[in-house]
């Protein structure tokens, strides 16, 4: 049987719950992050794919609105974050699917730059760069600078430059930093 991508619905939440703690093994601090989000009031709509086997979700990815304090303005971007695959399915592609079904939205939508903290050898090969070889800076001193990358989008303007912002639920579930 064969995976798919689509937009999740609400009947997906549980499911989706039940991956990032299986995916992230560490609770439910990355649940509770995709409820914080959910219903976060933001500058841009969230933009949440599940992957589906059947009729099973097995694998999420969210983008969410953050900005980029730009010395020209605030720019409006997202962040991939977070990006699970239940562990019976890890290995197979899933996930770079879902990386590129999420920036193919935010490409549609017009987003310049989509930010992430992650293993750059993983991202890299999705088309991530170290962001601060775009003259991005990181918003914790607890994210190494090969982690904190960046996708720049059909939008990005050579200006977009500056310090990324996270939303407040990344502050407030304590989600900022590689773990």
Do not use: K, N
Request: aromatic content about 8%.
């Amino acid at each position: 049987m064969e995976y798919a991508i689509r937009a999740e619905t609400p009947a997906d939440h549980a499911a989706v719950r039940t991956v990032h703690a299986l995916a992230f093994g560490d609770g439910d601090r990355v649940p509770a992050l995709v409820d914080a989000l959910r219903a976060a009031p933001a500058a841009l709509p969230v933009v949440s794919l599940v992957a589906v086997r059947g009729a099973e979700v097995v694998g999420h990815v969210m983008l969410s609105a953050c900005r980029l304090d730009a010395p020209a303005r605030l720019v409006d971007v997202h962040s991939l974050s977070p990006l699970g695959v239940h562990p019976d399915h890890q290995g197979r592609g899933l996930g770079g699917r879902l990386v590129a079904a999420a920036l193919a939205a935010a490409d549609g939508a017009g987003v310049p730059l989509v930010f992430l903290e992650g293993d750059p050898r993983y991202y890299a090969r999705h088309g991530f760069v170290r962001a601060s070889g775009l003259e991005m800076r990181s918003p914790s001193l607890r994210i190494p600078d090969p982690g904190f990358q960046v996708y720049p989008l059909a939008a990005y303007e050579p200006w977009m430059t500056g310090t990324f912002v996270y939303s407040e639920p990344f502050w407030a579930m304590d989600c900022v930093g590689l773990r």
